[in-house]
Nanobody
Framework: QVQLVESGGGLVQAGGSLRLSCAAS????????MGWFRQAPGKEREFVAA????????YYVDSVKGRFTISRDNAKNTVYLQMNSLKPEDTAVYYC????????????????WGQGTQVTVSS
């Protein structure tokens, strides 16, 4: 089992920044692909970003490219999502996720989820 605990959400004005953190415990953190999904009211959960375990290769949904940066610190068992130039359409609950496979890193197949943290961007 992997336990994931997010922090760092909140209310910010459009154009502002937030950094989300996700602390992992339970299994060897470096064995897992880590990432973030988000879910806005009335919408399906969508992939936001992921980072591979060894190479550190990163993946982003097109709508956040150039604004969000995912990173990980394997020594601290933590993954981060730096969100800059936030827009009202970024408002959602953000979920940290973990899986051993990048192929399985989808909203319906990822193995482990955090409890979510609310991000609200006001216009």
């Amino acid at each position: 089992q992997v336990q994931l605990v997010e922090s760092g959400g909140g209310l910010v004005q459009a154009g502002g920044s937030l950094r989300l953190s996700c602390a992992a415990s339970g299994r060897t953190f470096s064995n897992y692909v880590m990432g973030w999904f988000r879910q806005a009211p009335g919408k399906e959960r969508e992939f936001v970003a992921a980072i591979r375990r060894s190479s550190g290769a990163t993946y982003y949904v097109d709508s956040v490219k150039g604004r969000f940066t995912i990173s990980r610190d394997n020594a601290k068992n933590t993954v981060y999502l730096q969100m800059n130039s936030l827009k009202p359409e970024d408002t959602a609950v953000y979920y940290c996720a973990a899986d051993v496979s990048i192929v399985e890193f989808t909203a319906t197949r990822v193995d482990y989820w955090g409890q979510g943290t609310q991000v609200t961007v006001s216009s």
